[in-house]
């Protein structure tokens, strides 16, 4: 089992910057990716950053390319999610994720494992 918790969330206003932590424990040995995803309301999950076991590669959804940047630290089991630019339509849960496959800009196999989220809001 693998526990994530989220935390960085906020409100913001539009243009703003804002950073995400994830924090993973318990069987985080071998080699995970790990992903960022998020849920607006009304509307599905969907992939916003990916990033390889060694960091070596990153992954992002078009509406988030240029504006967020993925990174992990192994040894702390952390991962981070800067958001830049931000746009009320980034307002959502953000949800990060070990494990995974990642191509692109897409999740081409879903994370098995999942953190409870945090709320990031983002006025106009």
């Known amino acids: 089992q693998v526990q994530l918790v989220e935390s960085g969330g906020g409100l913001v206003q539009a243009g703003d910057s804002l950073r995400l932590f994830c924090a993973a424990s318990g069987r985080t040995s071998g080699k995970y990716a790990m992903g960022w995803f998020r849920q607006a309301p009304g509307k599905e999950r969907e992939f916003v950053a990916g990033?390889?076991?060694?960091?070596?590669?990153?992954y992002y959804a078009d509406s988030v390319k240029g504006r967020f940047t993925i990174s992990r630290d192994t040894a702390k089991n952390t991962v981070y999610l800067q958001m830049t630019s931000l746009k009320p339509e980034d307002t959502a849960v953000y949800y990060c994720a070990h494990g995974g496959i990642y191509y692109s800009s897409t999740a081409v196999k879903l994370p098995e494992y999942w953190g409870q989220g945090t709320q990031v809001t983002v006025s106009s």
């Open positions: 990033i390889s076991y060694n960091a070596g590669s990153t």
